[in-house]
């Protein structure tokens, strides 16, 4: 037996940083209440964790915060590329990549794209958009203690600011504490991986000059190759702020304490190449840069997401996202199986799915960084060695081959060497622009509160009306749309209208179950001789019901 606690809620989250704010808002979306509790004072001042990739727009988009981020994110919406050069005064250097999307044609694949928006600007809207939906975020909160039972898991937190504790008892906990997460070592559960990549100091700093000297070139991040003083330059604002990644090297003996301002100085304007260039420091803090994925993402009724279960490389920007992505998993489980609607099995799920992506996708961001030759990285062999190459499809092409999936196929890669978004079980669903109760919406936009079923008018299997009667008869919320009633394909530009059946690997007698996270769930090519079986069979499975 448990005492009573101060404060019950369904699920305590811990961390209030990209992660665990996008926990709260995908949670407070589904209408699930939560507490949060960070002990830090605040989101985060520094510059960093730039990169969301088109896959976490797409989430963000759904969750109503697409505009409120390109608002954040507008100083730098017209920066694109990497730029590898030895010194940045003249013309000297080469684009590794100019524009993250030439020619527009990621516009085939999703309703919006990617998003330069550094962590201190988009978790404030993280944390107003979690707040407005009225989840409960206290900062400078701490989690000291944790024990789960059968039942729950009752937490200790302490306030900061008052020295005073209280108890909290929820259903469910969400660490998303960071890579050296004290909820993971309490739980004993290990980490596999190559280890420590390499270390770098990150420095903040002012210069007036330095958007002369950088002049038309708006690239995201230049890597600067002297050999006596390489590192990173990310603009902030193109004009006058400015961060510098120096790279650290502790492994021989180089202590923080030898980073001063007058080192930090005389390396900025080596790397640049500007001896005369006004470098007015504004901040400095230290990161390692790691390979590792957590031997599980879960105990019991603990579960952990971001850092915490995995660190990557920054080459790509796929750790923040990744984390975001482990979220948005995680919370419509968490949604399911509080609402009534699924099995407790579904959230074991949350570890078969997200574990694979990590350890596929951690591998591919270390062969990005052997590409792109990152500054301050010397790999040891076998590290990096991976499958190279575009990133489109490690962002967006990933697959879950088990889990809360039926009939996947469990011999694909986790990460295909090509990106194939064709209504496979287990892959991101397709998207079409589609005329629905008068607006133009994605198929994406379909996604996020219920289960989908997509079936056609012209089916002589009765998919539309099986699906209201399982809904009725069982409480899931499976919605059912069918294309040539309520969903209309909108043509593109002097080109025919794309057939919803063939983009989603279906035929008009067939349909397609599309999960709240937009992940194809299941899809038939036949009808059925009694659709409503089916469908009750299929979510049984799928929902790891009774």
Request: glycine content about 10%; proline content about 6%.
């Given at each position: 037996m448990h005492r009573e606690a101060d404060h019950r809620v369904p699920v305590l989250i811990v961390g209030g940083s990209l992660v665990g704010?996008?926990?709260?808002?995908?949670l407070g979306r589904l209408g699930v209440p939560h507490l949060l509790v960070e002990r830090h004072s605040g989101t985060s001042h520094h510059p960093r964790g730039r990169g969301n990739n088109v896959r976490t727009m797409?989430?963000?988009?759904?969750?109503?915060?697409?505009?409120a981020v390109k608002d954040a994110a507008a100083l730098l919406a017209d920066n694109h590329g990497i730029l590898q050069t030895p010194t940045l005064v003249g013309d000297a250097g080469e684009w590794l990549f100019k524009h993250i999307d030439p020619g527009g044609g990621m516009a085939r694949f999703?309703?919006?794209?990617?998003?330069l928006c550094s962590q201190n600007d988009l978790e404030p809207v993280l944390l107003d958009s979690a707040r407005a939906l009225g989840g409960d975020l206290r900062y400078s909160h701490e989690l000291e203690t944790f024990e789960q039972d059968a039942d729950g898991v009752t937490a200790t937190v302490r306030d900061r600011?008052?020295?005073?504790?209280?108890?909290v008892r929820a259903d469910y906990l969400v660490a998303a504490d960071g890579p050296r997460s004290p909820v993971r070592r309490a739980l004993g559960i290990g980490r596999s991986g190559p280890g420590d990549l390499f270390a770098n100091v990150s420095v903040t700093f002012r210069s007036k000059l330095l958007a002369d000297v950088v002049g038309d070139r708006r690239f995201i991040c230049c890597y600067l190759t002297d050999p006596e003083a390489d590192g990173a330059l990310l603009p902030v604002d193109n004009k006058e702020h400015w961060v510098f990644h120096a790279p650290w090297h502790p492994e021989h003996g180089e202590s923080l304490d030898e980073f001063t301002e007058e080192r930090l100085q005389r390396h900025i304007r080596r790397a640049i190449g500007a001896p005369d260039l006004d470098v007015e420091i504004t901040g400095k803090a230290s990161w390692r840069a790691a390979e590792r994925v957590a031997d599980a993402y879960s105990a019991g009724r603990v579960f952990l997401a971001g850092d915490s279960v995995h660190e990557m490389s920054p080459t790509g920007a796929f750790g923040s996202n990744t984390g975001i992505q482990d979220a948005h998993n995680l919370a419509w489980k968490l949604a399911a199986v509080l609402g009534g609607w699924a099995g407790p099995g579904l959230l074991d799920t949350y570890d078969?799915?997200?574990?694979?992506?990590?350890t596929a996708t951690s591998a591919r961001?270390?062969?990005?960084?052997?590409?792109h030759s990152h500054p301050g990285f010397a790999p040891a062999p076998g590290i990096g060695g991976g499958k190279r190459g575009g990133i489109l499809n490690v962002v967006l092409g990933y697959r879950y081959l088990r889990g809360a999936v039926v009939g996947a196929d469990d011999s694909q890669d986790v990460v295909p060497d090509a990106l194939r978004?064709?209504?496979?079980?287990?892959?991101?669903?397709?998207?079409?622009?589609?005329?629905?109760?008068?607006?133009?919406?994605?198929?994406?936009?379909?996604?996020?509160?219920?289960?989908?079923?997509?079936?056609d008018a012209r089916s002589t299997a009765d998919w539309h009306t099986a699906a209201r009667r399982v809904a009725e008869t069982t409480g899931i919320p499976l919605v059912s749309h069918r294309f040539g009633t309520d969903l209309t394909v909108e043509a593109p530009p002097a080109a025919p209208a794309p057939d919803w059946t063939e983009a989603h690997g279906t035929t008009p007698d067939g349909a397609v179950l599309v999960r709240p996270d937009g992940f194809v769930a299941?899809?038939?090519?036949?009808?059925?001789?009694?659709?409503?079986?089916?469908?009750r069979e299929t979510l049984t499975t799928l929902l790891r019901t009774p």
């Amino acid at each position: 037996m448990h005492r009573e606690a101060d404060h019950r809620v369904p699920v305590l989250i811990v961390g209030g940083s990209l992660v665990g704010l996008s926990t709260s808002l995908f949670l407070g979306r589904l209408g699930v209440p939560h507490l949060l509790v960070e002990r830090h004072s605040g989101t985060s001042h520094h510059p960093r964790g730039r990169g969301n990739n088109v896959r976490t727009m797409e989430l963000l988009r759904t969750a109503g915060v697409e505009d409120a981020v390109k608002d954040a994110a507008a100083l730098l919406a017209d920066n694109h590329g990497i730029l590898q050069t030895p010194t940045l005064v003249g013309d000297a250097g080469e684009w590794l990549f100019k524009h993250i999307d030439p020619g527009g044609g990621m516009a085939r694949f999703s309703p919006t794209g990617w998003c330069l928006c550094s962590q201190n600007d988009l978790e404030p809207v993280l944390l107003d958009s979690a707040r407005a939906l009225g989840g409960d975020l206290r900062y400078s909160h701490e989690l000291e203690t944790f024990e789960q039972d059968a039942d729950g898991v009752t937490a200790t937190v302490r306030d900061r600011a008052t020295d005073e504790r209280y108890t909290v008892r929820a259903d469910y906990l969400v660490a998303a504490d960071g890579p050296r997460s004290p909820v993971r070592r309490a739980l004993g559960i290990g980490r596999s991986g190559p280890g420590d990549l390499f270390a770098n100091v990150s420095v903040t700093f002012r210069s007036k000059l330095l958007a002369d000297v950088v002049g038309d070139r708006r690239f995201i991040c230049c890597y600067l190759t002297d050999p006596e003083a390489d590192g990173a330059l990310l603009p902030v604002d193109n004009k006058e702020h400015w961060v510098f990644h120096a790279p650290w090297h502790p492994e021989h003996g180089e202590s923080l304490d030898e980073f001063t301002e007058e080192r930090l100085q005389r390396h900025i304007r080596r790397a640049i190449g500007a001896p005369d260039l006004d470098v007015e420091i504004t901040g400095k803090a230290s990161w390692r840069a790691a390979e590792r994925v957590a031997d599980a993402y879960s105990a019991g009724r603990v579960f952990l997401a971001g850092d915490s279960v995995h660190e990557m490389s920054p080459t790509g920007a796929f750790g923040s996202n990744t984390g975001i992505q482990d979220a948005h998993n995680l919370a419509w489980k968490l949604a399911a199986v509080l609402g009534g609607w699924a099995g407790p099995g579904l959230l074991d799920t949350y570890d078969t799915e997200r574990r694979p992506v990590a350890t596929a996708t951690s591998a591919r961001a270390s062969a990005r960084s052997v590409e792109h030759s990152h500054p301050g990285f010397a790999p040891a062999p076998g590290i990096g060695g991976g499958k190279r190459g575009g990133i489109l499809n490690v962002v967006l092409g990933y697959r879950y081959l088990r889990g809360a999936v039926v009939g996947a196929d469990d011999s694909q890669d986790v990460v295909p060497d090509a990106l194939r978004l064709t209504g496979e079980p287990g892959t991101r669903a397709p998207h079409l622009w589609v005329r629905h109760d008068g607006a133009r919406v994605s198929t994406l936009d379909l996604y996020e509160r219920s289960l989908v079923l997509l079936s056609d008018a012209r089916s002589t299997a009765d998919w539309h009306t099986a699906a209201r009667r399982v809904a009725e008869t069982t409480g899931i919320p499976l919605v059912s749309h069918r294309f040539g009633t309520d969903l209309t394909v909108e043509a593109p530009p002097a080109a025919p209208a794309p057939d919803w059946t063939e983009a989603h690997g279906t035929t008009p007698d067939g349909a397609v179950l599309v999960r709240p996270d937009g992940f194809v769930a299941w899809r038939t090519r036949t009808t059925a001789p009694d659709p409503e079986a089916t469908l009750r069979e299929t979510l049984t499975t799928l929902l790891r019901t009774p």
